[in-house]
């Protein structure tokens, strides 16, 4: 039987091997999705299996691992086991800096965020065992004070190091013009608060630079639209937006979906009237859609599956739509993987 069932997502997946390899490699036995579950086996049974028989789950916690849908299932199972925590049935293991929410914020995670290989396996190992995790030798944290909670002022004033004296031509310098020292204080100082200032404000528009990017400032139905603009910038513009905010959202595929129908829609208008010819934006706005689905950042779902393929069937073969079928071949390719 399992020790472990390694839970991740997709994007994560060197972290995944990586953790189970260390694990295995110290004795502890894992399933992990990678390495077990084998071409022609059911996955959902695999899955079921794999949760019910490994002792413990470990979560490979991540800002794309907390916004997928499919592997919330599989720490839930661990978590009704164990909800208490008294057994640790679930334990995270955070690989990129992130906030849990909800029932996943209680449990307390091993944190391998800024290690380096052998601090993050001995974090690991540690996190993992039973027991307090005590260090062989602790160091004591000062030179005088008794103990780290020491207030006194004799303390302080015998361990305070000695202010730097002035050089001596310096000294010898200014002594003689004291009006001199005190200009050059107060410019060191005016110094010293513009560049803290310049500091701030980099910190300040980097920050803000940075909560601009992880916020969409469209809808997804919005940029969806903008996918089938007569703007190339906007369609572009568009598809950046959703790859970064939306691409392991469980409602992109089904939005996607919709308009992309209702331009095929518009297109059997036409050859009811024998006309073959489509918009070249509508064309446009249907490849882009095409693409985005292979760029799926999750596991996509059987029902999911099936509309993608009902879709693909309606793209006609003709000469006017040899990139997209050609893109559509990538895309089912990219289904069966």
């Not at 959902?44 to 499919?70: C, D, G, H, N």
């Not at 509508?282 to 292979?294: E, P, S, Y």
Request: with cysteine.
């Amino acid at each position: 039987m399992a020790e472990f069932f390694v839970s991740y997502t997709k994007s994560d997946q060197a972290w995944a091997e990586w953790i189970a390899n260390t694990l295995e490699a110290n004795g502890f036995p894992c399933v992990i999705q990678a390495w077990d579950f084998r071409p022609g086996s059911n996955f959902v049974i695999e899955m079921q299996e794999a949760v019910r028989k490994a002792e413990r789950t470990i979560v490979v916690l991540s800002p794309a691992y907390l916004q997928a849908s499919f592997p919330a299932p599989e720490w839930a199972a661990a978590f009704a086991n164990d909800p208490q925590g008294l057994r640790r049935k679930l334990v995270p293991v955070r690989i990129v800096a992130c906030k849990p929410e909800g029932l996943l914020e209680e449990i307390v995670y091993i944190d391998l965020v800024g290690l380096d290989e052998a601090a993050a396996t001995t974090t690991l190992l540690n996190g993992i065992k039973p027991g307090r995790v005590k260090p062989t030798v602790i160091v004591f944290p000062g030179s005088v004070s008794k103990f780290p909670g020491s207030s006194s002022t004799e303390s302080r004033l015998d361990t305070a190091p000695p202010s730097p004296s002035p050089h001596p031509l310096l000294t010898s310098h200014l002594s003689s013009k004291p009006w001199k020292l005190k200009v050059l204080s107060q410019s060191f100082i005016y110094a010293t608060l513009l560049l803290t200032l310049l500091v701030l404000s980099a910190v300040v528009v980097t920050y803000s630079y940075k909560i601009g990017r992880c916020k969409p400032a469209e809808s997804l139905n919005a940029l969806i639209k903008q996918l089938f603009s007569s703007s190339k910038s906007l369609r572009v513009d568009a598809y950046n937006d959703l790859i970064a905010h939306y691409s392991s959202s469980s409602d992109l595929v089904c939005t996607i979906l919709k308009y992309a129908n209702q331009r095929m829609d518009k297109q059997d208008q036409h050859m009811d009237k024998q006309d073959q010819h489509m918009d070249k934006q509508d064309q446009d706005g249907i490849f882009n859609a095409v693409v985005l689905l292979t760029k799926l950042d999750r596991q996509v779902l059987q029902p999911e599956s099936q509309a993608i393929r009902s879709f693909a069937e309606r793209v006609p073969k003709n000469k006017d739509w040899q990139l997209t079928s050609e893109q559509v071949k990538k895309l089912l390719k990219h289904l069966q993987e």
